[in-house]
C-alpha cells in the first residue's frame, strides 16, 4: 500500500530533477550568451573582436548578477538585450519543467498499478509457457484454482487487454521459465502432485514472487530497466502482489489499490511539490542563518531539498504534526543523503521550526493539534 513516505520520497525525486534541470537551463543561458557574441563568420564586414570579447564578459556578468536579484549597473544595449533574452529563455524553460515534473509525480505513482498487475500477469504468463511443455507435469501450476483465479479475473483481464499484458513478449517469458524455473528445486517439488491445498498454492507463488520474479535474476533485471525508480518501487509493487494471493480463497482473490485515499493523496502530492518550489527566500535564508555558516547553494543537494519540503510541509500543512514532519525528513535523509545527513537535519528542523513556531509562522490545528496564538 502506497504511504505518505513513499509520497514524500516521489515528491523528493521531481524536486532533485528539477533542480538539475534549472542548473542545466542556466547553463544554456550562458552557452547562449557565449554564443551570441561571437564573431559572425559568415558577414562581409570585419569583425571587432576585442569588443565582442568584452561584450561576452560583460553579459555574463550581468546574467549572474540579475540571477541573483543583485544590483546591476547599466550595460550597453545589446548586452541588455541578449541577457534579457537569455533569461526569458531560462524561465520559460524553468516553468515547463516544473509543470512537467509535477504532474510525472502522480503518472509515475499511476505507473505502480499498471507493473503490479504486470507482476501478476507474469506469474500466469510463466504457468502458461509450463503447460505448454511437452511434459505434463509442467502444466501442473496453470490448472491450480490460485492461477485460475488470477487468469480469469475479470479486472485483470481488463487491464492486461488495456496494456497489452506479455502477449509480445512471450520469447521472453520461455528464456526465463527455461533458466530460472524449470530446474528450480521449489518448483519440481510443487509439480510433483497435480493437486494442492490453498496453503500451498499460496507458500508457491509468493515464493515465486520473492525469490523468482523479484530475485536477483534477468527478471528482476527487466523491470529495473523498465522503471528507473525500480530501487524503491519493487517493495511497493512486491508487497500489493503478496497481500493479493494471501487473499486467495474459495477460488477468489482481491486485487490491491495503491492508495485508498488517492483524491487525498494527489492533493497532498500537488500541494507539497509546488510550496516546496516557490519556498519564499526568507526561509531559505532561514536554513542558511542555521546552517553553521553555509550557504544554502553550499549545502549538499539531498539535504537542501529535503529541508526545504519540511520547511514546506510544516507551513502548508496544519493537521501534520511538527514532530511528525521532522521524523519523516529524518527518515528521508537517512536514507538517501550522507551517513551524518540524519543529525544534521534533526538538529537543523528542531531549531528552525522552534523559531518559526515563536514568530508564528507555524499554525497547527486538527484532532489532537492547538492552534498557535
Request: with cysteine.
Amino acid at each position: 500500500m502506497l504511504n505518505r513516505r513513499t509520497i514524500r520520497i516521489k515528491i523528493m525525486q521531481s524536486l532533485f530533477a528539477f533542480d538539475q534541470c534549472k542548473e542545466a537551463n542556466y547553463q544554456l543561458a550562458h552557452d547562449y550568451l557565449e554564443q551570441h557574441f561571437q564573431p559572425n563568420l559568415n558577414s562581409m564586414e570585419v569583425q571587432d573582436k576585442e569588443r565582442l570579447k568584452t561584450q561576452r564578459k560583460a553579459a555574463r556578468q550581468l546574467l549572474d548578477a540579475r540571477y541573483k536579484n543583485k544590483e546591476t549597473k547599466e550595460s550597453d544595449i545589446e548586452v541588455t538585450k541578449a541577457v534579457d533574452h537569455a533569461l526569458e529563455n531560462y524561465h520559460k524553460q524553468v516553468k515547463k519543467d516544473q509543470l512537467f515534473l509535477g504532474k510525472n509525480i502522480v503518472l509515475e505513482i499511476n505507473k505502480l498499478t499498471d507493473t503490479y498487475h504486470q507482476v501478476l500477469g507474469l506469474l500466469v504468463a510463466l504457468a502458461e509457457v509450463g503447460a505448454a511443455d511437452k511434459r505434463a507435469v509442467h502444466g501442473y501450476v496453470l490448472l491450480q484454482p490460485l492461477w485460475q483465479a488470477l487468469a480469469n479475473h475479470a479486472e485483470l483481464k481488463k487491464e492486461w487487454l488495456r496494456s497489452g499484458g506479455w502477449d509480445g513478449k512471450m520469447d521472453l517469458v520461455r528464456d526465463w521459465f527455461r533458466q530460472i524455473i524449470k530446474d528450480d528445486d521449489t518448483y519440481l517439488q510443487f509439480i510433483e502432485k497435480k493437486e494442492r491445498s490453498e496453503d500451498e498454492q499460496k507458500a508457491f507463488a509468493k515464493y515465486m514472487v520473492r525469490k523468482v520474479i523479484f530475485g536477483n535474476n534477468v527478471i528482476n533485471d527487466f523491470f529495473d530497466e523498465q522503471d528507473i525508480r525500480w530501487a524503491e518501487d519493487r517493495a511497493i509493487i512486491r508487497s500489493l502482489a503478496e497481500k493479493t494471493l494471501k487473499s486467495f480463497s474459495e477460488g477468489k482473490l482481491d486485487l490491491q489499490k495503491i492508495s485508498l485515499e488517492w483524491d487525498d493523496d494527489q492533493v497532498f502530492i500537488e500541494k507539497l511539490f509546488k510550496a516546496t518550489v516557490d519556498l519564499p527566500e526568507e526561509y531559505k535564508e532561514l536554513i542558511a542563518k542555521n546552517t553553521k555558516n553555509w550557504e544554502v547553494d553550499r549545502l549538499p543537494l539531498t539535504d537542501r531539498v529535503i529541508l526545504e519540503m519540511a520547511i514546506a510541509e510544516m507551513i502548508t500543512f496544519q493537521n501534520i504534526p511538527i514532530k511528525v514532519t521532522i521524523n519523516e525528513y529524518i527518515e528521508l535523509a537517512k536514507e538517501y543523503s550522507t551517513p551524518k545527513s540524519r543529525q544534521f537535519i534533526n538538529g537543523i528542523l528542531d531549531v528552525i521550526s522552534k523559531k518559526m513556531s515563536e514568530a508564528g509562522k507555524i499554525k497547527k490545528s486538527g484532532r489532537g493539534l492547538l492552534d498557535n496564538k
